[in-house]
Each structure stands twice: as C-alpha cells, then as structure tokens.
C-alpha cells in the first residue's frame, strides 16, 4: 500500500548540478503534480500532468522541466540548479471520478523530497 | 486566477480549547475545497473537502468545515483540541471537475498544555 512515493527523500546539490527527482504512485491515477514547499509561502504548483504523455506548466515552472512516460511515474529534472530551488518538494497524484453530477476528486501527497542548493 | 487567502500565520490554543482556522478564497464560481493538514517532516493529508450540497462536511479527526458562499469561506472546526492536533494546516481549491490545487500559505498550529 505504497501510494505516492518520492526519491531521493534528501539530496544537496552544488550549482549549475543537475539531478531529476522521481515520483511513482501505485493508484492508477491519471493526474500528478510537482509542488515546491517554501517557508511562508504554502504550496506552488511547478508542472502538472493530466495523463501519459502530456505535461503542462504550473505557477512557478521556470527551471524545471518533466516528464511522464509512463502512466506511474512523473519526473521532475533541474538542468542547472540554483539556490533559489533550495525547497521540500512535492510530488502528487489524483483520480477524478464523475459521481452523478459531480466530478469526485481528491490529491495523494508523496513524503516530499528536501533538496538544498549551495 | 483563483486564490486562497488563510489570514492568520499562527495559532496558539489550549489542549480541550475549540479551533477555528480562517479561510478565505476568490473564484469566479464556487470551486472545489479542501483542507490539508501537514505535521512536522511530513507529506500532506486531507482533512476533508467540500463539493456541493450540505455545507457543513465532516472529515477525519473529529474536524469539521463549513462553506458560506456569501463569505467566500471555508473555515474548519473542531470543538476539543487535541496535543496531537499541532501541525501545519493548508486551506486549498481546485476549479469544479479538476485536481489542480491552489494552496493557500498555511496556519501553524501550536497547542499548549
């Protein structure tokens, strides 16, 4: 009963390094998202997916690419880290599910992944 | 765009004291809402969420929410605090039929003995 699982849960990175944090969910949800987490600001979407294939940017996208090759999993790459990606990030999954006359949803959040940034 | 506004950063109640954590939304219709709670290193967990019909929902841990569209608001409830409650919790809304989830900036809950 894994649901939505983050790796790595910690990393530190140098900049202008690049690494690609991976999400994976198990629920066969067709939506994921990628979520930075700062101090005082809540959550900000990065990019979201609404199914295989298919991405789409969020509020705060510049610096980040992904992708979803697969229905599971959604990656989330930084080309060239810099400081200000220092942040908990995390990653989501949600069904949507018409019931009647309603659309039924509700997001999965993964454990976060906190990376730094030096 | 939509936006969530949790007017107050920190909260300190009593343990056995009631709670209500403020929240304020825009949006062209009434959206999907929801409340998040999120204790210290870990990921976020529903509380509850509100989509149509009665407007006062139950969700888990004895909390409770109450929509008032004339208010634009969705404050959550709970009558008896709890030590275990302290966390940090997330008022968040979503266009009808979608999941995107705009977040508003979070209320710290602190519980004194």
């Known amino acids: 009963n894994a649901g939505v699982t983050q790796t790595p849960k910690f990393r530190v990175l140098k900049t202008g390094q690049s690494m690609t944090l991976l999400c994976a969910q198990d629920?066969?949800?067709?939506?994921m998202y990628w979520y930075r987490q700062d101090p005082g600001m809540g959550l900000r979407l990065i990019h979201y997916s609404v199914g295989e294939g298919t991405t789409a940017k969020g509020e705060v996208p510049d610096g980040y690419n992904v992708s979803r090759l697969k229905k599971q999993n959604f990656l989330l790459g930084l080309e060239s880290a810099a400081p200000s990606q220092t942040s908990v990030y995390f990653c989501?999954?949600?069904?949507?599910?018409?019931?009647?006359?309603?659309?039924?949803?509700?997001?999965?959040f993964g454990q976060g992944t906190r990376l730094t940034v030096v | 765009a939509q936006s969530v506004t949790q007017p107050d950063i920190h909260i300190t109640v009593s343990e056995g004291a009631s709670l209500e954590l403020r929240c304020n939304y825009s949006y062209g219709a009434t959206p999907y809402l929801f409340w998040y709670v999120q204790s210290p290193g870990q990921g976020l967990q529903l509380l509850l969420k509100y989509f149509s019909g009665d407007t006062l929902v139950q969700g888990i841990k004895g909390f409770e929410a109450e929509f008032k569209r004339s208010q634009s608001s969705f404050n959550l409830r709970k009558p008896s605090v709890h030590w275990s409650d302290a966390a940090e919790y997330f008022c968040a809304v979503a266009p009808r039929g979608y999941s995107t989830l705009t977040f508003g900036k979070g209320t710290m809950l602190l519980v004194s003995p």
């Open positions: 989501a999954s949600s069904y949507s599910l018409l019931q009647g006359a309603i659309w039924n949803t509700e997001a999965f």
């Open positions: 629920m066969n949800h067709e939506y």
